[in-house]
């Protein structure tokens, strides 16, 4: 092994180009690899584990208390299908009038529970007691963590209720409630419905939970079931985000992965190619066929062991990053999002067997080869390739130097095809960025004026500051209106309603003033214009199973408002829609707008109005519109990062190709010199050698990246992105990227190509 590890080490330190592009292209692609990895294991993992501890319900169904009795209830557990259940429990909805807590003023679905334990949806308690006397509450956590001790002891003042005191803090991967309060409670808040939990023998499918629920709940009085949740909905809610990133991630991954097997392949075979002397060596010295494939396949395994580690590393440090974006603003309970211990092991070692795997076809041929056969063996190309294309070429018009590159590629064809995909998926995958680039940018400024400063002001608060305003509504509206520089006012409210037929409340966004700018935030139907109008984005109409025309009913403090979704929006909350203010004035008239959007006049001081507002009233914080969007920043750093680095890989490849081919041809080049070659036509000969392959990697990658563009934006279940968003392929853009392919393959040659302008006539045949 010591022999192997010598002959190795040695070949390494005569390859510092090929180890440095094996090494980086190694690293390019784990660090991609763990990140997939990582969103492919936080997807649905957490979710499971969590959901599978606490025993969760795959169905939280609401009955009218009034149509099914209690006992009616309790036999539905016995049904056939049913593992477990627990209930009925009542539920009371409360209208609370004023935001508390974390939470806006509206409804609050409270269920009466004697314990946090049970058959079914076990309560985690994250901070103090379960409520067991009169007045106390327990509040549903949405995020696991310590629960906000120092919330403890709020007082929730609901509409026509007792004043009810917070005494602990749980969560439920379920959300079986909003608050949870003794049996004796719930019964003098005046609850309507019963909620019962089930869990069915099987529950994999969407079928499965609908037809476990039909056979518990056959028998029951027609019209008692008033809403039903299933599991499968809060799984997909819960990694709806992390799904959209991982979709594109992984198209980078296999980019990444398949470029690092056609750039290991093509250096190794050309380092078999180019080597069979030192093959044919090796041998004479008494190493076996076995050692002298050994000794290729370490001497690959060197900068890839490298590459990987350094990989594995960035990754792990990138995934947390990752991973916080895309479960930002996600009811994540008791699931624990992070990196998986598996991921980095399983990075690591598969990157690794990659490249053997990808090395040891090539490296077989120096294992046929014997001694007597290898060192008598040239390195140039057999006679009589490319004979026939070259002839062709050379009965053109083409300047003889053109044609002579043109048909070096088909002397090593195979070598030519690697070199060829290399410059396709760098191709392909600056295609796939530019368009996700401009896709999101597109997105990021829907609904933000690029040529206007824009002020938002909240009111009340802000980021843990909290001070009452001065000034009552109708006089904020007039002071930012008449504050130099203001154009358009856009204010809105915020309110969390119940909507009949569903078990979770659900936010809302009221809007009144200028609109126009939310006109560009629709995919489909219209803006709400009128009362009884609604718009959703496409997380929250697949969420409740919606679409637009159809008619949802709102309800806060005893009032409904029904309503019609005329409107998809681009992107939303699956837990969110939108309406006019006109709406709002019939839920609750007393409602004040939580924030301001002041779209000021073009060369208008943007700072200079924020503090004039800070002046007028402290109750009022401004701040000029950052035009950052978090997901657009992330995916446009991420595609240009990794596309930075592929097409450096897919350039370096070629530059192990070509400067393998000058190495082979040095003779030939001796011989041309020595007919009146110059260098400047030794250059131009060899950077046409791939600069055909860079044509042609550039006319097949485009399409390729447009494709695999189109398959990643119409797949993205968070965002609906208008058809203006995905045609983003002008002329212009088209030409640049045609270039792209010559681009790499001229970066790439140039180097060996002066390297071999440089060699003189004397060193080039002073073996002949």
Known sequence: MSAVWRASRAAVSRRHLQTFVIGLVVFA??????????????????????????????????????????????????????????????????????????????????????????????????????????????????????????????????????????????TSMSGTADAWVTPAQVAALHPTATVMLYRFTEAGSDAQVAAGLAKATAGLPAGSTEAVQSYLTLKRAFSAQADAFLSFIAVFSLLGLLVSVLIVGNVVSGAVVSGHRHIGVLKALGYTPNQVVAVYLVMMSVPAVVGAVLGVGAGTALLPVILKIAFSGIHTGTAVVGVSAWVPVAGLLGMLALVVVTALLPALRAHRLSAAEAISAGSAPRAGRGLRVQRLLGGSRLPRPISLGLGQPFARPARSLMTLAAILLGVTTVTLATGLASTMVAYGQSGRSTDHATVEVHVGSVEGHETVPRLSAAQIDALLRSLPGADRLTARGLLQVSLIGQTQ???????????????????????????????????????????????????????????????????????????????????????????????????????????????????????????????????????????????????????????????????????????????RQVVLMTVASVAGLGVLAGLLGIPLGILAHRLIVDHIG???????????????????????????????????????????????????
């Open 718 to 768: 968070i965002i609906a992105f208008p058809e203006s968003m995905k045609d983003v392929w002008q002329v212009p853009r088209l030409v640049a990227l045609a270039l792209a392919g010559v681009a790499i393959a001229v970066l790439g040659a140039l180097i060996p190509a002066r390297s071999a302008a440089r060699l003189t006539i004397a060193r080039v045949l002073h073996n002949e």
């Open 505 to 679: 409340p659900v936010f809302v966004d009221f809007y009144r003033g200028d609109t126009s700018e939310l006109a560009s935030e629709i995919f489909a139907g219209r803006l709400p214009g009128g009362p009884g109008e609604v718009a959703a984005g496409p997380g929250f109409l697949t969420k409740h199973g919606l679409a637009v025309g159809d008619r949802v009913t709102l309800v806060l403090n005893g009032r409904q408002v029904p309503s019609r979704i005329v409107g998809e929006l681009i992107a939303g909350s699956d837990q969110a829609i939108s309406a006019t203010w006109a709406t709002l004035t019939r839920l609750a008239p007393a409602t004040r707008a939580v924030d301001y959007t002041v779209l000021l006049k073009p060369g208008a001081d943007g700072p200079a109005y924020v503090a004039a507002v800070k002046a007028a009233d402290p109750g009022l914080y401004p701040s000029v519109r950052d035009g950052t969007n978090v997901a657009t920043a992330t995916v446009v750093s991420f595609s240009t990062v990794f596309t930075v680095l592929l097409a450096i890989v897919a350039a370096l490849g070629v530059f192990n190709t070509v400067l393998l081919t000058v190495r082979e041809r040095r003779r030939d080049l001796g011989m041309l010199k020595s007919i009146g070659m110059t260098p």
């Open 29 to 170: 692609s784990t660090v991609t690899l763990i990140v997939a990895l990582g969103l492919l294991a936080a997807v649905s993992a957490p979710f499971d584990k969590a959901f599978d501890q606490q025993r969760g319900p795959h169905a939280v169904v609401t009955f009218d208390a009034a149509a099914a009795t209690g006992d009616q209830l309790a036999q539905t557990a016995r049904r056939p299908g049913v593992a477990a259940a627990a209930g009925p429990f009542g539920e009371a909805v409360v209208d609370v009038p004023e935001d508390f807590l974390w939470r806006p003023a509206g409804p609050l679905t409270v269920v009466g529970r004697a314990d946090p334990g049970g058959p079914v949806d076990h309560l985690k308690l994250v901070s103090g007691h379960w409520a067991t006397g009169p007045g106390e509450i327990v509040v549903n956590w949405p995020i696991g963590g310590a629960g906000g001790p120092d919330l403890l002891g709020t007082t929730i003042t609901a509409t026509g209720v007792p004043p009810l005191t917070v005494v602990g803090f749980a």
